[in-house]
C-alpha cells in the first residue's frame, strides 16, 4: 500500500515548540495533512514516553495508534474526507557535543525503535549519560558513534539517522562542526549508517552531486515544532504498514517500496546560501568565494550554509542523475498558496477559512497540493487558487534564498505581475499536467 511518513517531529517538550504537540493533536494534524505514519518524537524525555505509553497501543509491528476513546475524540475533528488509519512510529532526536580529530563536534541524530521495550533500554543507558528531563531533544556529551553503539545494543532492528545532515551548527556534514564523510564520523560502524535525513536547506538533487551517497537513502522529514508544520517534508512508501517494512525499504533503498520524497523548495530553508544575518548580507558560493569567506559590510566571517558544504564536498556536477535515483516532488504548504491569493496573512482568518474548507471539499492536504485534478480546485476554490497550485506543480516559482537561520522567500507571483493580474481571472486550467504522483 502506498502512504505518507514524516518521521522527525518533537513534542512539546522539546524547546521551542508549541504546547499543541501532544499524541491528539498529532493524530489530528497528520490526517489533514495527508501523512500515514508520524514519528513521535522526543521518546526520551520520560514525561512523554509515559504520555505515549498512556496514550498509544500496538497496531501493525513495530507501529501504534491511538487508544479507540483518543480515536474517537480526533476523528470528531477531522472531515470524512480526510480520515486515515493514522499510525505512529517511536523515534527521538538527541544531540551529542564531543570532541574528535582535535575540533568541536556537534551532531543531531535520530533514533527509529521497534518497541517501548527497546525504547526503555535505550533510555536507561542514556540516563546514565546525561539529563534527559531538561529536554525532548537531549544535548549529551558523548561521541556519535557511542551513541549508535548503545542503541544498536538495544536492539539490531533500530534505524540510525543523521538528521538534517548538512546544517551549518548541528549536523554530520556541517560547515561549524562536522564531518568530510560519514566514515569519519562512525569509523567501523559507518555501515550500520544506510539512510540520511537531506533536511530542509537541500533536496535529493544536491546530495545526488556526492558518490559516497549513491547507496544510502535519502529521507525528508518536517522536523515539526507545531502541528501545522507537519509534512512540509515526508517520504512516500509503497510497502506493508510496518516498522519492519519501512526498515527495510531505507536499509535495501528500494525505489519500488520507497518511492520518493516530498521536499521544500531548498533556497526557501534557512541555511542554503552563505550569510551574515546581522548585516543582512546574502552570499551565493560563488560570491562567498570572492570575499575570502568574509561578510562584505563588516568582514567578520560568515556561515557557511548547505549549498556551499555540498559544493565543497561534490565529486560530481550538477544535475547528477545516478542509476536507480529516486524521484522527489517540491511543495509550497497549501496556507501559503491561499494566502498569495487572498493578499493577506497564511495564519489570517480568511485563509484558514478557506483552508479547512477545501480539505472538507476535496480531502487531505497533500492531495490538493499533489493529486487532485486542477478543475476540481478550481470548482472548489477559484481559478486562481488552480492556477497557483498548477505554478507549484511545474515549479514556476520566484524565490529568495534563506541563509544565516533566516528563511528565504517563495512565492508564486512575480514581481512584473501587477496587483490587478493577481487577483484578476485566470482563463480555466489545462488539465494536462494535473498530479505529482
Avoid at 489530528?28 to 500515514?36: C, H, R, Y
Amino acid at each position: 500500500m502506498r502512504f505518507i511518513a514524516d518521521l522527525h517531529i518533537h513534542s512539546r517538550f522539546a524547546r521551542a515548540t508549541s504546547r499543541e504537540m501532544n499524541t491528539l493533536s498529532l493524530a489530528k494534524w497528520s490526517q489533514l495533512k495527508g501523512t500515514q505514519v508520524v514519528g513521535t518524537g522526543d521518546f526520551t524525555h520520560p514525561a512523554w514516553f509515559a504520555e505515549l505509553q498512556e496514550k498509544l497501543e500496538p497496531a501493525e509491528p513495530g507501529l501504534f495508534r491511538l487508544r479507540p476513546a483518543f480515536e474517537e475524540e480526533v476523528a470528531r475533528e477531522v472531515p470524512f474526507s480526510c480520515r486515515n488509519a493514522m499510525r505512529f512510529l517511536l523515534t527521538s532526536e538527541i544531540s551529542t557535543i564531543y570532541k574528535k580529530g582535535d575540533r568541536v563536534r556537534k551532531v543531531h541524530s535520530l533514533i527509529f525503535a521497534p518497541s517501548f521495550e527497546v525504547v526503555e533500554k535505550i533510555n536507561t543507558a542514556l540516563g546514565k549519560v546525561g539529563n534527559l528531563r531538561s529536554d525532548g531533544r537531549p544535548i549529551l556529551g558523548l561521541d556519535t558513534k557511542d551513541l549508535l553503539t548503545i542503541a544498536l545494543a538495544a536492539s539490531p532492528e533500530i534505524m540510525f539517522v543523521p538528521a538534517h545532515a548538512w546544517t551549518p551548527h548541528f549536523s554530520v556534514f556541517g560547515s561549524m562542526s562536522g564531518f568530510d564523510s560519514l566514515a569519519e564520523c562512525f569509523d567501523e560502524l559507518a555501515p550500520e549508517i544506510f539512510a540520511i535525513e537531506t533536511g530542509l536547506s537541500s533536496d535529493p538533487a544536491m546530495n545526488r552531486r556526492l558518490s559516497a551517497l549513491d547507496n544510502i537513502a535519502l529521507i525528508s522529514n518536517s522536523d515539526a515544532h507545531s502541528p501545522q508544520k507537519l509534512g512540509r517534508e515526508a517520504n512516500v512508501f509503497n510497502t506493508e504498514l510496518s516498522y519492519g517494512a519501512i526498515r527495510d525499504a531505507l536499509r535495501t533503498n528500494n525505489t519500488a517500496a520507497f518511492e520518493k520524497t516530498i521536499e521544500f523548495f531548498p533556497e526557501e530553508g534557512k541555511y542554503h546560501y552563505d550569510g551574515h544575518r546581522d548585516c543582512k548580507a546574502r552570499l551565493s558560493p560563488e560570491e562567498t568565494a570572492e570575499q575570502g569567506g568574509r561578510c562584505p559590510k563588516c568582514g567578520r566571517k560568515v556561515t557557511v550554509g548547505v549549498l556551499s558544504r555540498v559544493v565543497a564536498l561534490a565529486d560530481h556536477k550538477e544535475g547528477r542523475m545516478p542509476k536507480g535515483a529516486r524521484p522527489f516532488v517540491s511543495i509550497i504548504p497549501l496556507p501559503e498558496l491561499l494566502a498569495e491569493v487572498e493578499g493577506v496573512g497564511p495564519q489570517s482568518k480568511k485563509v484558514q477559512g478557506k483552508y479547512f474548507d477545501m480539505l472538507a471539499r476535496l480531502g487531505s492536504e497533500f492531495f490538493i497540493l499533489l493529486e487532485a485534478p486542477l478543475s476540481a480546485i478550481a470548482a472548489a476554490s477559484g481559478e486562481r487558487t488552480a492556477e497557483v497550485v498548477r505554478r507549484m506543480r511545474e515549479r514556476e516559482v520566484h524565490i529568495d534564498p534563506g541563509y544565516d537561520g533566516e528563511y528565504g522567500r517563495v512565492s508564486i507571483w512575480s514581481e512584473g505581475e501587477t496587483r490587478e493580474a493577481r487577483t484578476g481571472a485566470f482563463a480555466p486550467v489545462r488539465e494536462n499536467q494535473t498530479a505529482l504522483f
